[in-house]
């Protein structure tokens, strides 16, 4: 099943191939943040930036740090779809758009599409008198291979969201331990700037 959306179609069935190679902050961003001095919390510390990374990443609904992912359609859009909707933010390149044909994987070549510029969602767009080819009638008929996030390391990464990671590994080593329920730490509203219309739940 694909899912439409007004005059665009939604790559689904994401896979990660290639995890971030760096973090948001760095160990010695948390270490400057929490004045610790030498290397008896630098396992903990490790942890709580992996964990801190992984609570942004899914409370924003973004990548930090490029990752490599390939989705799926089991078609390409028909005449009542204009677009391909990548629902990865953000992204920065797609690798290749292969489809199978006859039961053979093939490239679809790059020039004939372009790509929009989005902070959020961008979309792939056939060039004018292009046209999406003809697929084998199976799932996963078309695979696109893309890279979605803000860079290559933690300068990419804007500031605000490293504050908002920093802020969390501070709250999670100094409450470490501690059960009691704390509501709506500094760092959950840091977030809000950078999060997706999608991952926000409001309430009336």
Known sequence: MIYYKQDQVQLKDYIL???AKASPVSLDQVKTNL???GDDFDAQLLSLI????????????????NKTYKGF???FPDSS?????I??????SITSIEYYIDGILT???SSKYFITESPDFAKIYLNEDESWPAVDRRPQAVVITFVAGYGDDSCNVPSGIQQAILQNIAYMFNNAGDCSDVSDPIFKNMYLPYTMAQKMVIII
Do not use: H, W
Request: proline share 0%.
């Open 17 to 19: 191939l290639t995890g």
């Open 35 to 37: 004045r610790i001095d």
């Open 50 to 65: 992996s964990v801190a990374t992984a609570y942004g990443e899914n409370t924003t609904g973004r990548d930090f740090i």
């Open 73 to 75: 359609l089991d078609c």
């Open 81 to 85: 779809c204009r677009s391909i909707e």
């Open 87 to 92: 629902k990865k933010s953000k992204l920065q």
């Open 107 to 109: 490239i679809f070549d």
